[in-house]
């Protein structure tokens, strides 16, 4: 706003105080009013424009209330202080409007901007832009755990096997005394299992405990079903562990259990077989060699082939780092179900045999993905879970 735009409208003193001239005087104001606050077109001349409508000191507005309402004589007061006061909010109005006005970016931006602009399509101040592209919520994932938990179920539920789950917080009876533990079984030791505090009053068979295994699952199972039973149950389960790169205070398992008459080790060695070629392709081998598991009798451990170096335990010339050179991996755990744990749940151990095998999800994760630290999976960093999508 120039000196000379400024000049352009005054105040006039006020002869004639009739609500006819009054009217006539404000129509004047506020034309002027309106075609100054049109020209307004940066924060500069907003602040320049303001002072000289509404600051105390000579602002316009001061202006008329001290010539048009405090002069005027006692009949006119009425009509005149109305009317000042119609003018006061219509100018603070335009004032204050005028600020919030966007002050266009093609004014001040280069030519060249300011041609490319104006092909763009504007959007109107307060709608929205349908042009711009939205906000994109990425894709959530599998968890690799989860993933590889699914797989597994997977193998078994093709050779017809359902899905059982059960509770995460067990008894002592389900979790180890149905299983054949004895009372005096080192498992039970709060070193490795992780007790809910302030059961000492209680029966050692009713003490409450996180799970440390999915077996307790198959003694439920086998207590609300009749042979042929062929189950697998996944889940998550714990131990009293500290966590480093291979072990972990809570990692999944999934057990599998298959009862009927005339169930031999045979079947386990070709279920578990057939189990590892579809989790690691064809020409993986399996060995079983003896273990001990107070729930199964015989015990057996199974190795597989390693995955990495083909069974040679070399690689490029080098030790396999992945099987110590020894060609094998351990894997899982299985055996013949002790007949001791059917008569738990009134199976009768004449008439029926099964076998049992658990392996730890997380493990064989690891060998698919080939990761190195088993706290990866739990640490919920997303740029190591987003390659598993
Ligand atoms: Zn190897």
Not at 199 to 212: A, C, D, G, W
Not at 359 to 376: P, S
Request: charged residues 25%; glycine residues 8%; hydrophobic residues 35%.
């Amino acid at each position: 706003m120039t000196a000379q735009k400024k000049s352009e409208y005054a105040v006039p003193k006020l002869k004639d105080f009739s609500a006819k001239a009054l009217d006539a005087a404000a129509k004047k104001l506020l034309a002027a009013l309106e075609k100054e606050a049109a020209a307004v077109s940066n924060e500069a001349e907003w602040k320049v424009f303001r002072d000289r409508w509404i600051a105390r000191t000579n602002g316009i507005l001061t202006q008329i209330n001290d010539q048009w309402l405090k002069v005027a004589p006692k009949e006119a007061k009425r009509d005149a202080g109305q009317k000042v006061n119609e003018l006061k909010a219509k100018v603070t109005g335009t004032v204050e409007g005028c600020e919030k006005k966007e002050i266009k970016v093609a004014v001040t931006a280069p030519a060249k901007i300011r041609d490319s602009l104006s092909h763009q399509p504007q959007p109107v101040s307060g709608t929205l832009d349908i042009t711009l592209p939205g906000t994109r919520r990425p894709l959530g994932a599998e968890h690799p755990v989860i993933k590889t938990m699914n797989e597994i179920v997977g193998v078994f539920r093709n050779l017809g096997y359902s899905v059982e789950e059960g509770p995460e917080i067990e008894t002592d009876y389900y979790n180890f005394e149905a299983l054949n533990f004895p009372p005096n079984h080192p498992a039970r030791d709060t070193q490795d299992t992780l007790f809910i505090a302030g059961q000492e009053n209680k029966p050692l068979r009713e003490r409450l405990l996180l799970r440390t295994h999915t077996s307790p699952v198959q003694i439920r199972t086998m207590e609300k079903m009749k042979p042929p039973v062929r189950v697998v149950c996944p889940g998550k389960v714990h131990r009293n562990d500290a966590p480093d790169a291979t072990h972990s205070p809570i990692f999944h398992q999934v057990e599998g259990l298959a009862v009927d008459t005339n169930i031999t080790f045979c079947d386990l060695k070709g279920t578990i077989d057939h189990a590892m070629k579809a989790l690691f392709g064809s020409s993986v081998k399996t060995r079983f060699y003896p273990s001990f598991f107070p729930f199964t009798e015989p015990s057996a451990d199974v190795q597989i082939s390693c995955i990495f170096c083909g069974g040679k335990g070399y690689r490029d010339g080098a030790r396999c780092p992945n099987c110590k050179a020894s060609g094998w991996i351990e894997l899982l755990g299985c055996g013949m179900v002790d007949p001791n744990v059917f008569s738990f749940v009134d199976y009768d151990p004449k008439k029926y045999s099964g076998f049992a095998f658990g392996m730890g999800v997380e493990r064989i994760a690891i060998l698919k993905y080939g990761v190195d630290d088993i706290q990866l999976f739990f640490n919920g960093d997303v740029r190591f879970l987003e390659q598993f999508g």
